[in-house]
């Protein structure tokens, strides 16, 4: 093959091979057996090829359709497609799937679509969504885009309707996920009859999706993302017992998964179905007890993975429960405070990373409950006034943000009542314990000041004049002996620049 003609075909892949499947295919192109290989010859070295040569069987195809100019006809396009949807996206076992093969094999399938316009087959098309997601280790990023655009080229509106109701949702899933959670039932609703702490089944139970259908979490993911409210608001039995399998999983990785995924669900279902149809209260049942996913029973680091997005679930099905006013809805909060948040740092207050991910999830929930936050008002203030008068806590500046951030929300949502004297003085003592700690990290630190420290020090200057602006509505707010502290504490003047104007 002459340079020119290598170079065309390289130029046609653009975005759809990365580096390693890019030198193989070039290695391939230069192999006259290869240029010139019949279409018959490739579906068969495609069929016969063993693991180690059938990615380069694979690249061989995208080399033979870019650089012939003969027309396939539609048995050799259908059994070429074929060949490559059932050898090289098999998706049989994650850990022995290559992502090179993926990428090459996603590839080889846009060329043949580009090409000759072919129409690809339900079975083709869900195999595609399993590999939508760079972060999965059977995909990559370049095979991740190329399976997006493919399937939006091949599934128009009403044939992706179709293809995520009756192909995704009824002919693959759910026949993998019939006995998923005893919360609902066969057909998929609420069960008035649920286990009261699934945890308590057996850890060893039949999941035929780990082990059939590795890809499952991938694919209701992307029919979560390509749903609209409108096709959940008619569907969503169908995908409740994906979706509770995903949260209940014992893994780490698919709790969280499913979590978020859950969360994207809870985004697009209308308000009205989560209250009406009872599975608002299914997955708060499955999601509560999450919070309490804590060091030192859960590691650190799997803890945080679980907690965000377990809290995210939460904090918006609240957000779909009612008006600001609505007494369920301020319900559900009071519960995610008192049962997660203060429960949370009850236990786990000597991990810097779970209380950052506490406080940043109490912000949401104050912001959220207004000035019926009021009600959490002593308790917030002495979870946040441990955390940020910790000289120690500098050490780990993320944690202090998070802090002073909700710090912030507390006085803009619960003025009424920080106005009061005991309370103002409380807050002006936080912030001004904190800001001499970081004043002494900053003047200590040798090497240049860290960028979170920088932020933490506007954090606490921002939450200061907020403060501020209480007194500027009325000056008898201000504590009355903040002037004589600043006189004996110049650094906090920089804090409190107006109370000595």
Not at 48 to 56: I, T
Not at 211 to 222: F, K
Not at 230 to 248: C, G, K, M, R, Y
């Amino acid at each position: 093959m002459s340079v020119a003609d290598s170079d065309t075909i390289l130029c046609a892949l653009k975005g759809l091979l990365g580096p390693s499947n890019t030198a193989l295919l070039h290695e391939v192109s230069g192999k006259p057996e290869h240029f010139r290989a019949e279409t018959e010859g490739l579906i068969s070295s495609l069929v016969e090829s063993n693991d180690a040569d059938l990615r380069q069987s694979v690249l061989s195809v995208i080399n033979h359709a870019l650089s012939s100019e003969d027309n396939l006809d539609q048995s050799q396009l259908s059994r070429l497609t074929a060949a490559v949807s059932e050898k090289a996206l098999a998706l049989r076992s994650v850990e022995e799937h290559s992502e090179l093969l993926t990428e090459a094999a996603v590839a080889s399938l846009n060329v043949l679509c580009s090409k000759y316009h072919i129409v690809l087959d339900q079975t083709t098309l869900v195999k595609l969504t399993a590999v939508t997601d760079p972060q999965d280790p059977w995909t990559t990023a370049q095979a991740a885009a190329a399976a997006s655009k493919l399937l939006a080229e091949q599934l128009e509106c009403e044939s992706l309707t179709e293809f995520i109701t009756n192909t995704v949702l009824q002919k693959y899933l759910k026949p993998l996920f019939m006995k998923s959670s005893s919360r609902i039932t066969a057909s998929g609703r609420p069960s008035q009859y649920a286990m009261i702490d699934d945890r308590s089944r057996p850890v060893i139970e039949v999941q035929p999706w780990r082990t059939q259908a590795p890809w499952a979490e991938a694919t209701i993911q992307w029919t979560v993302n390509m749903s609209t409210a409108s096709l959940i608001q008619q569907h969503w039995p169908l995908f409740l017992p994906v979706l509770l399998a995903l949260v209940e999983n014992e893994s780490t990785k698919t709790k969280a998964r499913g979590l978020r995924t859950t969360r994207e669900f809870m985004g697009k279902c209308p308000a009205q179905v989560l209250q009406n149809t009872g599975i608002g209260h299914v997955f708060a049942g499955v999601t509560f007890p999450l919070l309490l996913y804590l060091p030192s029973v859960t590691p650190e680091d799997e803890s945080t993975t679980i907690l965000i997005p377990a809290y995210d679930v939460l904090i918006k099905l609240a957000q779909s429960t009612g008006d600001t006013n609505s007494i369920e809805r301020r319900r559900l909060f009071d519960k995610i405070l008192r049962d997660g948040v203060f429960a949370g740092y009850f236990h786990a207050s000597q991990h810097t990373r779970i209380v950052q991910v506490l406080l940043q999830k109490a912000t949401a929930v104050i912001n959220s409950l207004g000035i019926y936050t009021i009600k959490h008002l002593t308790p917030l203030l002495s979870m946040v006034s441990l955390v940020m008068t910790d000289p120690f806590a500098v050490s780990y500046p993320p944690t202090l943000i998070a802090a002073t951030q909700t710090l912030s929300a507390i006085i803009t949502n619960t003025w009424p009542r920080i106005g009061e004297l005991e309370h103002m003085e409380n807050v002006t003592r936080i912030l001004s314990l904190c800001w001499l700690n970081v004043s002494e990290e900053i003047e200590h630190e040798v090497s240049q000041t860290s960028a979170d420290i920088n932020t933490l020090s506007r954090e606490l200057a921002h939450t200061a004049r907020i403060l501020q602006a209480l007194w500027d509505h009325d000056a008898s707010k201000c504590p009355a002996k903040l002037s004589e502290v600043l006189k004996q504490e110049p650094r906090l003047s920089d804090l409190f620049p107006k109370t000595l104007a």
